[in-house]
């Protein structure tokens, strides 16, 4: 088993409506981060967090700790949020580096 | 301009011959890390460095060689390439733990 697991492996959605992808994982960790990579290959943070929640413009990021779980939300979701959408666990005692652990992604494709 | 490149974006090569992809940030950042993307896998974590002459092992070293001999950039060499690190290679750095990580564009590498 996976030490993160996100669902679904890929999604199809229809301009507008709402999405949430979730994130799973077994290890302890410092910090998650959600990443968006589009279609030219291209990786970009969206968030960083450790506790609670985090809100850029259509984009929601939750996290809860003791279930060892997050979500990321799209809200009125658009074609151009078509991408993968990757968690990715920062995990605890690792030293220094805080070496990063990756799910293996979330295909969003949204449609007209 | 700022930010971290990696060249070449594109490279076809044979097997056994050396390659040497390349990663350079104008941030200072102390952190730099090597991921490689398969289909299939999360990214995965080649190498990585804390500073200037200071690399570690991540979770799949074999085969590749790093080094570090100014802050800005990280070089990754294939000593012999092989079929099986046919790949798509993500440079990325960081400052710190709790900062967010920043990707390069990637490297298309295929190993004929």
């Known amino acids: 088993k996976n030490e993160v697991e996100q669902s679904p492996q890929n999604l199809t959605a229809q301009e507008g409506e709402f999405i949430t992808i979730n994130c799973s994982y077994s290890?302890?960790?410092?910090?998650l981060h959600w990443l968006q990579q589009h279609p030219g290959g291209g990786i970009v943070s969206l968030f960083m967090l450790s506790s609670g929640k985090k809100k850029h413009g259509r984009l929601i990021a939750t996290i809860n700790i003791q279930e060892k779980h997050s979500s990321l939300h799209i809200t009125a979701s658009h074609p151009r949020d078509s991408a993968v959408y990757i968690c990715a666990c920062q995990r605890a005692n690792t030293g220094t580096a805080s070496k990063l652990t990756f799910g293996t992604g979330t295909r969003l494709q949204v449609t007209l | 301009d700022a930010g971290i490149t990696q060249s070449p974006r594109y490279k076809i090569t044979e097997t056994g011959r050396q390659v040497t992809l390349m990663c350079h940030q104008t941030?200072?950042?102390?952190?730099m890390f090597w991921y490689r993307q398969d289909l299939g896998h999360g990214l995965r974590l080649i190498y990585y460095?804390?500073?200037?002459?200071?690399?570690d092992k991540g979770e799949v070293p074999d085969g590749y060689v790093v080094s570090r001999s100014k802050t800005e950039n990280f070089p990754l060499t294939l000593e012999s390439a092989t079929r099986s690190q046919t790949s798509v290679y993500f440079c990325?750095?960081?400052?710190?733990?709790?900062?967010?990580?920043?990707f390069g564009p990637g490297t298309r590498l295929l190993v004929l």
């Open positions: 290890v302890g960790i410092s910090a």
């Open positions: 990325a750095s960081r400052e710190d733990s709790w900062e967010t990580q920043y």
């Open positions: 941030w200072s950042h102390s952190y």
């Open positions: 460095s804390a500073a200037a002459d200071i690399t």
